[in-house]
Nanobody, 123 residues
Framework: QVQLVESGGGLVQAGGSLRLSCAAS????????MAWFRQAPGKEREFVAA????????YYGDSVKGRFTISRDNAKNLVYLQIFPLKAEDTAAYYC????????????????WGQGTQVTVSS
């Protein structure tokens, strides 16, 4: 079992910076692939970024590449998502997810999900 809890969302201004965090717990999380997805109201869940906790290639969605950075703190069991500069279209609920090491950019490939944290960007 893996538990994921996101935090760091809020109301921010376009052009600013924001760092979301995902606290992971459970006995197997370190063997999985970690990812961020986002979903705006009425839209499909969109892939943002992913990497293996144990290391390897980092993947970014085409719409966020260049502005989003995924990273981790192994000692604190945290996964981060840094966003800069923020744009109005970044407004969405952001979700942390964990899946097998073969999972990539499809939401159905991830078995574990956090509750989401809302990011609202004003312009």
């Amino acid at each position: 079992q893996v538990q994921l809890v996101e935090s760091g969302g809020g109301l921010v201004q376009a052009g600013g910076s924001l760092r979301l965090s995902c606290a992971a717990s459970g006995r197997t999380y370190s063997t999985l692939r970690m990812a961020w997805f986002r979903q705006a109201p009425g839209k499909e869940r969109e892939f943002v970024a992913a990497f293996r906790w144990s290391g390897g290639t980092i993947y970014y969605g085409d719409s966020v590449k260049g502005r989003f950075t995924i990273s981790r703190d192994n000692a604190k069991n945290l996964v981060y998502l840094q966003i800069f500069p923020l744009k109005a279209e970044d407004t969405a609920a952001y979700y942390c997810a964990a899946g097998s090491t073969t999972a990539t950019m499809t939401a159905n490939e991830y078995a574990y999900w956090g509750q989401g944290t809302q990011v609202t960007v004003s312009s």
